[in-house]
């Protein structure tokens, strides 16, 4: 069974920092381009942040670029997602997801290209 499971979440100032992992378990993703995205309830998922296969290329939203850093540990099978001065508006459950095309790489990053997700790890930025 293929899981990704998010951990990291938390409550944390704005101004403060938080880092996100994503392990994942029953296949290695080390060929797959992987993904962050989060959801504020009452809205749709957005993409946050992207990193092709070997960890060479990441791409970010607008809303999180300078701020946010995406890398992985192909060995490990886990993704991370570091956030720095958080803010307020980035309050949302966030989510790792998985492009099941090995070697595949695009500068967009489209949630129904990825059909592996995990369960969601809450982020709140108190202001």
């Known amino acids: 069974q293929v899981r990704l499971v998010e951990s990291g979440g938390g409550l944390v100032q704005a101004g403060g920092s938080l880092r996100l992992s994503c392990a994942a378990s029953?296949?290695?993703?080390?060929?797959?381009?992987m993904a962050w995205f989060r959801q504020v309830p009452g809205k749709e998922r957005e993409f946050a942040a992207g990193?092709?296969?070997?960890?060479?290329?990441?791409y970010y939203a607008n809303s999180v670029k300078g701020r946010f850093t995406i890398s992985r540990d192909n060995p490990k099978n886990t993704v991370y997602l570091q956030m720095n001065s958080l803010k307020p508006e980035d309050t949302a459950v966030y989510y790792c997801?998985?492009?099941?095309?090995?070697?595949?790489?695009?500068?967009?990053?489209?949630?129904?290209?990825?059909?592996?997700w995990g369960q969601g790890t809450q982020v709140t930025v108190s202001s």
């Open positions: 997801a998985a492009d099941p095309r090995s070697y595949y790489s695009s500068i967009y990053y489209n949630e129904g290209e990825f059909n592996y």
């Open positions: 029953g296949r290695t993703f080390n060929q797959n381009r």
């Open positions: 990193i092709n296969w070997s960890g060479t290329s990441t």
